[in-house]
């Protein structure tokens, strides 16, 4: 059977207990959790997941937009698509699409991804090992996640410890760990996004602090700290960024 809107990849996931919020709805880092998993298992069955560790290279997620419509709840089935929507330089385009039992969108998100050598800390060009069939080097997609900056003056600060359970294994943070820290944050102070947008730029490690900052920015709180950036604005929109500035390109 073919798949909505050229997608390539689906999967079905039930929410489960441990995976939402008091309120029973899907936390935003589940999600997140959610779309690694399925964009692992496609990957995976194409031949670009994995195996790419025996070559020495890993994918990184760089930067990615989060848009839930429609919360999904504790026992709630989902199906999740995936597929690649092109390249662009050292980029290369996942996008995400989620429906609910009635076959109703309720969340999409668009991603950019890094191939890095894992020795080397430098990044390749995805055609190298993508499937034109799969992620056509010549096209990219209207939407891409946007690049993030943040600005304005100190309100709030606290310390973050990267625990072992924060790590992937790559050994390094993983992305959802920073979506999870944010929300506990953004909790703290009565927001519960439904929009997030990540820009990755450099790898936290076991044993690093996190110093997040709260920057006041108009109407949009920013947080700030080594590794990562946060803006919320009015309607519930965050925006996080993590540095991943030290790699080069080839």
């Given at each position: 059977?073919?798949l909505p809107?050229?997608?390539?990849?689906?999967?079905?996931?039930?929410?489960?207990?441990?995976?939402?919020?008091?309120?029973?709805?899907?936390?935003?880092?589940?999600?997140?959790?959610?779309?690694?998993?399925?964009?692992?298992?496609?990957?995976?069955?194409?031949?670009?997941?994995?195996?790419?560790?025996?070559?020495?290279?890993?994918?990184?997620?760089?930067?990615i937009?989060?848009?839930?419509?429609?919360?999904?709840?504790?026992?709630?089935?989902?199906?999740?698509?995936?597929?690649?929507?092109?390249?662009?330089?050292?980029?290369?385009?996942?996008e995400?699409?989620?429906?609910?039992?009635?076959?109703?969108?309720?969340?999409?998100?668009?991603?950019?991804?890094l191939?890095?050598?894992?020795e080397?800390?430098?990044?390749?060009?995805?055609?190298?090992?993508?499937?034109?069939?799969l992620?056509?080097?010549?096209?990219?997609?209207?939407?891409?996640?946007?690049k993030?900056?943040?600005?304005?003056?100190?309100?709030?600060?606290?310390s973050?410890?990267?625990?072992?359970?924060?790590?992937?294994?790559?050994?390094?943070v993983?992305?959802?760990?920073?979506?999870?820290?944010i929300?506990?944050?953004?909790?703290?102070?009565?927001?519960?996004?439904?929009?997030?947008?990540?820009?990755?730029?450099s790898?936290?490690?076991?044993g690093?602090?996190?110093?997040?900052t709260?920057?006041?920015?108009?109407?949009?709180?920013?947080?700030?700290?080594?590794?990562?950036?946060?803006?919320?604005d009015?309607v519930?929109?965050?925006?996080?960024?993590?540095?991943?500035?030290?790699?080069?390109?080839q």
């Open positions: 059977m073919s809107e050229n997608f390539q990849y689906e999967k079905f996931f039930e929410v489960g207990a441990f995976q939402v919020h008091p309120n029973g709805n899907l936390s935003l880092c589940s999600l997140a959790d959610l779309l690694q998993e399925i964009a692992w298992k496609h990957a995976d069955s194409q031949g670009f997941g994995r195996n790419l560790l025996e070559q020495q290279l890993m994918w990184v997620l760089s930067r937009e989060i848009k839930v419509s429609q919360f999904p709840r504790w026992g709630d089935r989902l199906r999740i698509f995936t597929g690649g929507r092109g390249q662009a330089g050292a980029f290369a385009f996942r995400f699409m989620v429906w609910n039992e009635q076959e109703e969108v309720v969340a999409r998100a668009m991603s950019s991804w191939l890095v050598h894992i080397k800390k430098r990044i390749l060009k995805p055609d190298s090992v993508l499937p034109g069939s992620f056509n080097p010549k096209v990219a997609p209207d939407w891409q996640p946007i993030l900056e943040a600005s304005g003056p100190e309100i709030a600060h606290e973050i410890p990267v625990q072992h359970s924060d790590l992937d294994l790559y050994n390094h993983n992305h959802t760990s920073y979506i999870r820290w929300e506990n944050s953004a909790a703290a102070q009565g927001i519960f996004p439904s929009q997030l947008a990540v820009n990755y730029l790898e936290c490690k076991g690093d602090v996190v110093h997040l709260h920057l006041g920015h108009g109407n949009a709180p920013y947080f700030q700290g080594k590794d990562i950036i946060l803006v919320a009015c519930l929109q965050f925006d996080i960024a993590p540095y991943f500035s030290h790699y080069a390109t």
